[in-house]
T-cell receptor
Framework: GAGVSQSPRYKVAKRGQDVALRCDPISGHVSLFWYQQALGQGPEFLTYFQNEAQLDKSGLPSDRFFAERPEGSVSTLKIQRTQQEDSAVYLC????????????????FGPGTRLTVL | AQKITQTQPGMFVQEKEAVTLDCTYDTSDQSYGLFWYKQPSSGEMIFLIYQGSYDEQNATEGRYSLNFQKARKSANLVISASQLGDSAMYFCAMREGRYGGATNKLIFGTGTLLAVQP
């Protein structure tokens, strides 16, 4: 079946511009995660949804970052008034919790959106 | 706070040889999961192997094995018979709770860049 997809793959924004990044999780996956990966670093957690409920947004770096998943499937990460420090790859991952093995909670990652703020 | 440490920024290995990528972790939880992901230049995170904190045997998945030493809080990845296609970034990650905590979020290390030489 289809994996996690993200669009756009690349986004160049001028400083101060608003951007919206889209994530299509694997069909039926309840959990959805957003991560931010700066150049040369590991991904860092931003926020987590279980269906349409945003249960954890502790990783969002500022109130300029906003995420939603209104119908429990597609999610959008919005960044307002972008700054140069927002330049990074934004990764989306989904998982279907449950099962006896922790591996069943494996997160499947999309290809990411590379955001460059000039 | 939970933390993953990967002390090898880069590694070289000859094709067909085995290589060990180091990972140490810090957590106060008794129940947790450890993951290894591969990230090729295309950017997508590819799941390799999982180890639960209560699993008594080291995990193996094909050419990948995880050397889990709980008392030392280490979870090193061993790749046997390296192939040119193994050249990529490798990330160790931890999730609290064997079956997933409230969030299931992953904490990643900074990664190790592996280069396989012919």
């Amino acid at each position: 079946g289809a994996g996690v997809s993200q669009s756009p793959r690349y986004k160049v924004a001028k400083r101060g511009q608003d951007v919206a990044l889209r994530c299509d999780p694997i069909s039926g996956h309840v959990s959805l995660f957003w991560y931010q990966q700066a150049l040369g670093q590991g991904p860092e957690f931003l926020t987590y949804f279980q269906n349409e409920a945003q249960l954890d947004k502790s990783g969002l770096p500022s109130d300029r970052f906003f995420a939603e998943r209104p119908e429990g499937s597609v999610s959008t990460l919005k960044i307002q008034r972008t700054q140069q420090e927002d330049s990074a790859v934004y990764l989306c991952a989904s998982s279907f919790p449950g099962g006896a093995s922790g591996k069943d909670n494996e997160q499947f990652f999309g290809p990411g959106t590379r955001l460059t703020v000039l | 706070a939970q933390k993953i440490t990967q002390t090898q920024p880069g590694m070289f290995v000859q094709e067909k040889e085995a290589v060990t990528l180091d990972c140490t972790y810090d957590t106060s939880d008794q129940s947790y999961g450890l993951f290894w992901y591969k990230q090729p230049s295309s950017g997508e995170m590819i799941f390799l192997i999982y180890q639960g904190s209560y699993d008594e045997q080291n995990a193996t998945e094909g050419r990948y094995s995880l050397n889990f030493q709980k008392a030392r809080k280490s979870a090193n990845l061993v790749i046997s018979a390296s192939q040119l296609g193994d050249s990529a970034m490798y990330f160790c990650a931890m999730r609290e709770g064997r079956y997933g905590g409230a969030t299931n979020k992953l904490i990643f290390g900074t990664g190790t860049l592996l280069a396989v030489q012919p």
